[in-house]
């Protein structure tokens, strides 16, 4: 196991201090705003879209939520003013307020921009994962716009809910992997998974990639103590996309897709095939370039529900849907169903979600029909039966006639323990304009509550979460929007915004070292200081606690 490390942030220039609680009315909670220091001026500036931006949430166990953002940042180095992305932690207890003072800083090499794909899971033990890609080693050498030009690396870090960095204070990386900003990880069983895609150093003169030695997609096992296994490549393609969802054991179903279609494999930890074969679970593929397209959720028998946009040519899409079983068999035929029964509308932006305990698939999405744009749900049975007639059932929608603006997917969640769904969408009034709608549904597609949240709302990378007892929403406002920032919301699955939880809270944990004094000041080489100085410090307290300080 690698040696353990403790972060704690005596001042933080680019973020402001988190501290927040859940709503209790149907307003959400700023957990910090855009309005911070700029490092190099020292002047207070409100953030633009590279602040605290690409927000990403996941609840743990105890029901506790890691949030994970990016936030552009200049600085000198080497004399020279320099830009890139950092990347920040924290952990909210169950009432909604932040454990660290400070947020954790995970990542502060330069990093590639906002569209580079970076990712946030949680492991068994509550502990957060992130992925990044960074141009560690390759600081010194930067030209002086670190976005051309540049290698990046990717990286994996484990962060415990003290904040102990488990896996090296700097996480684990590969040297020879120096063009792969798109990284993705996801847990099964006691292991984490770690994708990357290695791009290529160089194109023909039509533009297109000329594969390299290392080019292609990569994956990585990482086992709870921090080893690893060495990168193995699933394709040599660098675009190819692929996902995960966990099986039954140790196991994990490995999504991607194919010149032949979109397919699915199950896995042993070993990287060995259960089925003996990749399974073509439809013979459409989605065809851009997000990571992780892919709509997934576990079925609980160990296969996979999954549901993703067909581009059928111009501005005309379809939903494509499928039941893959744990033993490699298809619920849905050999080719999948459409959502909508139908290929005369323009149908797109869908999410999925299982109710394990009934056996049913629901799929939220967004249409333009001839005269309406609409918010559709469309639900399943494992065995591919609709549920909500052929075309899907319309929850909203808006005369195309008369209004600019329609509606943006949020999702849908099954909730626990019942048959009964949560829904939510955006209702857009105008640009920079609109609210939250949460409805409960039951299981005949029957509205059982509805609550409008927020006002003069323009959120952005919105994560929803149904749990038992509530429904949790987290997103970053824009700088254009009433009180910009990184924002909270919990309602109640009975639609009130009084909580309780069936079990007893376990407590807010407390970053280690929070309670030490500092003995000692180093600098990342190792050169002693008398007192911490602007950047990155290194300091030994009277604990023996080893920390990273930024100042």
Known sequence: MKKLYSLLLLAVAATQTASAQWNTGATPKLLFGLEHTDELTGETVTGGDYYACNPKAVRTADKK???????????????????????????????????????????????????SEYSLCVAADGSAIVTVADSRGEEAAMNTDERNGTSFYPAIYKVDQEGNFLWGLDGISFDW???????????????????????????DEQGQPIPGE???????????????????????????????????????????????????????????????????????????????????????????????VRNMGGFTHNIRVQHINGDGSLGFGLSGLDCANTVDNDYDYCTIAVNTENEEIMVDFEAQLPSTYDVMLQKFSFDGDYLFNDQGLSIANKSRATNDYAFGKVGCGAIPGTTDWIVAYRDVQSYVNSSFVIRRYDKDGKRVWTRTIGRELDPTNTTMVVEKEATYLFYRETRSAKEPGIKIFRIGNDGTYNVTYDDDPTGIKTARGAGSTAAHYYAPDGKQLQQPRHGLNIVRKSDGTVLKVMK
């Open 214 to 308: 290392n080019t292609g997609t990569y994956i990585v096992r990482v086992d709870d103590d921090g080893t690893w296994t060495e990168p193995r490549r699933l394709s040599e393609n660098e675009v190819a996309h692929y996902q995960i969802v966990a099986s039954e054991g140790q196991d994990f179903l490995l999504f991607s897709d194919t010149p032949d279609g979109a397919c699915v494999t199950r896995y042993t930890p070993e990287f060995e095939s259960v089925w003996g074969e990749t399974v073509t679970y439809d013979e459409y593929k989605y065809e851009g370039y997000e990571m992780n397209h892919y709509k997934l959720a576990a079925d609980g028998n160990g296969g996979a529900c999954v549901a993703f």
């Open 177 to 203: 992997a120096n063009n792969a900003p798109f990284t993705y990880a996801a847990v099964a069983g006691d292991n984490t998974y770690f994708i990357f895609r290695h791009m290529s150093n160089s194109y």
């Open 65 to 115: 939520t890691w949030l994970a953002w990016k936030t552009g940042r200049s600085f000198m180095l080497n004399g020279t003013v320099r830009h890139g992305e950092s990347t920040y932690l924290q952990l909210l207890d169950r009432d909604g307020n932040a454990v660290f003072d400070e947020p954790i800083l995970v990542n502060d090499h330069v990093t590639p921009s906002w569209w």
